[in-house]
């Protein structure tokens, strides 16, 4: 059961939904829990301010946020059903995923997961990255805040803000979250798919730890750390887990040197 996607089916409105409760706060936004009034189907409503998108010149960031994620069709990405928009705002027509996986992982004791649980997240979520990258879609901004969790406990990708749709394999854009930007981003050289890869080695170490690997008093401190690769694991991180997560940073990145 669903919205349809058929393209004379898609001249959606406001009058088309029934609009609930503010789910969060986004940047340039809100997002509302809604439903489509003639199926009865339950979904999430991005609701962003055109004004501030212009302020910001993000207009061709929004478009391909909305041209990539509509044309995704995977368990473990979120969906896009459709979108519009009036005079003042752009509207996006999402599926409703009840959990954001940040705030699931700060409820835990010691704000960590368990090597089970953190091993089916990540399976999950190289699933959709695969699925991603066989497209050439680079997402640029993996961390728990962008990834969500279903009823049933599955790991869907969301959030595609900072996403490219590239032939080519070298862009040099620096964009993502601090805490999670590779050392190529950081130096100003190009980039290209394996920074996602980057991103799932700082996700499984922060969902087994409790925080970011580079994390740092001052802004100079977490650059050299990362430039470097420098990161403790503690002592409850089994050998298998730190093995992975120094061999995903490999892969990405060669040169990466752990001290």
Not at 108 to 130: G, P, T
Not at 142 to 164: C, H, M, Q, R, Y
């Given at each position: 059961m669903g919205l349809s996607n058929k393209k004379?089916?898609?001249?959606?409105?406001?009058?088309?939904?029934?609009?609930?409760?503010?789910?969060?706060?986004?940047?340039?936004?809100?997002?509302?829990?809604?439903t489509e009034k003639s199926s009865g189907f339950t979904v999430a409503l991005k609701v962003v301010?055109?004004?501030?998108?212009?302020?910001?010149?993000l207009q061709p960031?929004?478009?391909?946020?909305?041209?990539?994620?509509?044309?995704?069709?995977h368990p473990n990405i979120v969906r896009l059903f459709g979108?519009?928009?009036?005079?003042?705002?752009?509207?996006?027509?999402?599926?409703?995923v009840i959990k954001k996986l940040y705030n699931v992982l700060k409820a835990?004791?010691?704000?960590?997961?368990?090597?089970?649980?953190?091993?089916?997240?990540?399976?999950?979520?190289?699933?959709?990255?695969?699925y991603c990258h066989d497209k050439n879609v680079i997402h640029r901004d993996?961390?728990?805040?962008?990834?969500?969790?279903?009823?049933?406990?599955?790991?869907?990708?969301?959030?595609?803000?900072?996403?490219?749709h590239t032939k080519d394999s070298k862009r040099r854009t620096v964009c993502g979250t601090l805490d999670y930007l590779p050392p190529e981003m950081m130096s100003g050289n190009s980039h290209d798919k394996s920074v996602d890869m980057w991103s799932v080695g700082v996700l499984l170490y922060e969902i087994l730890v409790g925080k970011p690997p580079f994390e740092a008093p001052t802004y100079g401190k977490m650059f050299e750390r990362i430039i470097d690769a420098q990161y403790i694991f503690p002592q409850h991180v089994t050998p298998l887990a730190r093995n992975?997560?120094?061999?995903?940073?490999?892969?990405?990145?060669?040169f990466l040197i752990q001290k």
């Open positions: 004379d089916e898609m001249r959606w409105t406001l009058d088309n939904f029934d609009i609930g409760k503010e789910i969060e706060k986004v940047k340039f936004g809100n997002v509302y829990l809604a301010c055109k004004t501030k998108i212009l302020k910001a010149n960031q929004l478009k391909r946020e909305i041209e990539i994620q509509s044309h995704l069709r979108y519009f928009h009036d005079d003042a705002k752009v509207y996006m027509i999402q599926e409703y835990q004791e010691n704000q960590r997961f368990s090597e089970d649980r953190a091993a089916f997240y990540i399976k999950q979520l190289m699933e959709a990255l695969i993996l961390k728990p805040e962008n990834l969500v969790l279903t009823e049933g406990g599955d790991l869907k990708i969301n959030d595609f803000g900072w996403s490219i992975l997560i120094s061999g995903v940073s490999i892969l990405a990145h060669n």
